[in-house]
């Protein structure tokens, strides 16, 4: 089985940076995703990383360790458009599917 | 390019009434499909997936059933909702060989 965990909720102020952990035990790792999702939305795909190490993509970083089973995602210059949910998602190499943890609901405040 | 459509945007049924949720994929051929499920302030929780015509991998045991008639058409059925049947139902495709994962609007479910 697999096991996703990251915080329920956090919050954070206008132009501030923020980091979102995600601790992972899986078998077979493939690869990690972060999406957000904005209340009543569908979710939209934010990075993957499948080796060590920091992926850069604007003001989004996401980071990896798969010794640890460990990533985070971190947001610089916190806009208020950014309150949202964030979800972390596993990839098993033996699996065409992707497993997603409960999300993190980001609150901007100003 | 690719797009992917889910109706009806918004559902409300009965309990004990049949459901039917369909999701079409354009500009690609041979995609894995999923449907999902997310409750109120909660993650996504996979339900099926396919990887091809008829082929369905049921996730959770529960009363619905999934079926891929054509190659990119997915649909989501029960034959009688339950109340805990409530969410919001999303469909998602990805490309055979590449990672991400592209969802659907999705439908909003309300089991009365």
């Known amino acids: 089985g697999q096991n996703i965990d990251q915080p329920t909720e956090m919050t954070a102020t206008e132009g501030a940076i923020v980091q979102i952990n995600c601790t992972y035990q899986?078998?077979?790792?493939?690869?990690l995703f972060w999406y957000q999702q904005h209340a009543g939305e569908a979710p939209t795909f934010l990075s993957y990383?499948?080796?060590?190490g920091l992926e850069e993509k604007g003001r989004f970083s996401s980071f990896l360790s798969r010794s640890k089973g460990y990533s985070y995602l971190l947001l610089k210059e916190l806009q208020m458009k950014d309150s949202a949910s964030y979800l972390c998602?596993?990839?098993?190499?033996?699996?065409?599917?992707?497993?997603f943890g409960s999300g993190t609901r980001l609150s901007i405040r100003p | 390019s690719q797009t992917i459509h889910q109706w009806p945007a918004t559902l409300v049924q009965p309990v004990g009434s049949p459901l039917s949720l369909e999701c079409t994929v354009e500009?690609?051929?041979?995609?894995?499909l999923y449907w999902y499920r997310q409750a109120a302030g909660r993650g996504l929780q996979l339900l099926f997936y396919s990887v091809g015509i008829g082929q369905i991998s049921s996730e959770v045991p529960q009363n619905l059933s999934a079926s891929r008639p054509q190659d990119r058409q997915f649909i989501l059925s029960s034959k009688k909702l339950l109340l805990s049947d409530s969410g919001f139902y999303l469909c998602?495709?990805?490309?055979?060989?590449?990672?991400?994962?592209?969802f659907g609007p999705g439908t909003r479910l309300t089991v009365t």
């Open positions: 899986t078998s077979g790792f493939n690869g």
């Open positions: 998602a596993v990839r098993r190499s033996s699996a065409s599917k992707i497993i």
């Open positions: 990383n499948v080796l060590d």
């Open positions: 500009g690609t051929s041979n995609p894995n």
């Open positions: 998602a495709w990805r490309m055979q060989g590449v990672y991400e994962q592209y």
